[in-house]
């Protein structure tokens, strides 16, 4: 059975950092990461950052310069790393990805930014 998983959230005051990581399990034929997303309480989902087979990176305006977003084909994981954290970047974290031609959210991972 496949899944993807996140992991890595938790609660950090501003300014403070975290590593997220998605990870892709079970029979994988093909995995084609589609991109990290975040929702906050009463918004909508919002992308965060994408990165291609590539390795060519993009990242939302807000998070840019303070994000990274990184991937290990050999182990179908991608990170976000975190850093200058703010009490906006509140949110469940989710990744999404095509496996094996379908399409797979995690469950997301909470990240709390407050002091």
């Known amino acids: 059975q496949v899944q993807l998983v996140e992991s890595g959230g938790g609660l950090v005051q501003p300014g403070e950092s975290l590593r997220l990581s998605c990870a892709a399990s079970?029979?994988?034929?093909?995995?084609?990461?589609m991109g990290w997303y975040r929702q906050a309480p009463g918004k909508q989902r919002e992308l965060v950052a994408t990165?291609?087979?590539?390795?060519?990176?993009n990242y939302a305006a807000f998070v840019k310069g303070r994000f990274t977003i990184s991937r290990d084909d050999t182990k179908n994981t991608v990170a976000l790393q975190m850093n200058s954290l703010k009490p906006d970047d509140t949110a469940v974290y989710y990744c999404?990805?095509?496996?094996?031609?379908?399409?797979?959210w995690g469950q997301g991972t909470q990240v709390t930014v407050s002091s």
């Open positions: 079970g029979t994988i034929f093909n995995f084609y990461f």
């Open positions: 999404n990805a095509i496996i094996n031609s379908r399409g797979y």
């Open positions: 990165i291609t087979s590539g390795g060519t990176t």
